[in-house]
């Protein structure tokens, strides 16, 4: 069981180039989140999932765009990189049950020059 | 607007003496309220939650957190730090719907 796993942990992109960051999980749930997290600022929620084929804007939504095409797997795609998107980079999950306790990866730092 | 505050930026204990990190919210009622704590180079890892009842909760690695309501705040206490409590530490609420919102992070460093 190895819980939510993120793919690649670092990459360095030049401004304009595209990427897309894997989320994965393993324990079946049926939301997910993709979260930025910069100094100072906590972690922002960038686009959400509440089920597979769906997907919600979240508070920084600009400049991203998410697919949950398998309920296991969450990507988040950067079309034409920017610095200002330079970051760490988090998904999480959680049953969609009243607990709330997400279960976060362990993040891709990504540097855009 | 709905918020999470966490007034201290980075704090600085010596190993073996008592931690309290500060947590405010802005609300209108009280929120589903989470401190997560994060080793460097790591993700988040939840240490306790409150959803309503006793408004003291026990959390993993020693931590405690106490509600109140009057204060608007969820402080996270230990009695005794260790240099292995190194870490930033986040408190959370949900307010409504599904998202958690952050505060910004305490960034706690332990001298031994």
């Known amino acids: 069981n190895a819980g939510v796993t993120q793919t690649p942990k670092f990459r360095v992109l030049k401004t304009g180039q595209s990427m897309t960051l894997l989320c994965a999980q393993d324990m079946n749930h049926e939301y997910m989140y993709w979260y930025r997290q910069d100094p100072g600022m906590g972690l922002r929620l960038i686009h959400y999932s509440v089920g597979e084929g769906t997907t919600a804007k979240g508070e920084v939504p600009d400049g991203y765009n998410v697919s949950r095409l398998k309920k296991q797997n969450f990507l988040l795609g950067l079309e034409s990189a920017a610095p200002s998107q330079t970051s760490v980079y988090f998904c999480?999950?959680?049953?969609?049950?009243?607990?709330?306790?997400?279960?976060f990866g362990p993040g891709t730092r990504l540097t855009v020059t | 607007a709905q918020s999470v505050t966490q007034p201290d930026i980075h704090i600085t204990v010596s190993e073996g003496a008592s931690l309290e990190l500060r947590c405010n919210y802005s609300?209108?009622?009280?929120?589903?309220l989470f401190w997560y704590v994060q080793s460097p180079g790591q993700g988040l890892q939840l240490l306790l939650k409150?959803?309503?009842?006793?408004?003291l909760v026990q959390g993993i690695k020693g931590f405690e957190a106490e509600f109140k309501r009057s204060q608007s705040s969820f402080n996270l206490r230990k009695p005794s730090v260790h240099w292995s409590d190194a870490a930033e530490y986040f408190c959370?609420?949900?307010?409504?719907?599904?998202?958690?919102?952050f505060g910004g992070g305490t960034r706690l460093m332990v001298k031994p």
């Open positions: 999480a999950s959680r049953t969609s049950g009243a607990s709330y306790e997400q279960y």
């Open positions: 959370a609420a949900v307010f409504a719907g599904n998202m958690l919102t």
């Open positions: 409150y959803f309503s009842g006793d408004t």
């Open positions: 609300y209108g009622a009280t929120p589903y």
